[in-house]
């Protein structure tokens, strides 16, 4: 699990603000996604998905204005069994990750 709370956009809806020369990339198995990640850090920022090249998943602990403790249930996916990848492009469900801040 990459542990990231990654949300929907679209190229020209996302705009990298700073440190984009920072970025590396990479692909693998059917090099469609491409992953991006901080070659300083390491963290994982977006990627362009293999299940719709035309949207991106980006890491919403990048983004301005949101956090990811701002999302009490997260759905997780099964990234082993990815939609292409069976015949009725099924997603699968792993789970619910819940959040409960302590007061």
Known sequence: MR?????????D???ILEG???L??????TRTAEHH??????????HKRRSNPDQLGVNVACLEGISPFDFREVVV??????????????T????????????
Do not use: M
């Open 20 to 22: 984009a020369e920072q």
């Open 37 to 46: 990640f901080c070659r300083n850090c390491g963290i994982y920022t977006h």
């Open 77 to 90: 996916y099964d990234g082993q069994r990815h939609p292409g990848d069976n015949p009725a492009h099924r």
């Open 3 to 11: 542990g990231a709370i990654a949300v929907t956009s679209t190229d």
């Open 24 to 29: 590396a990339t990479y692909r693998f198995n």
């Open 13 to 15: 809806n996302f705009t």
């Open 92 to 103: 699968y469900t792993a789970g619910t990750l819940t959040f409960t801040p302590v007061e």
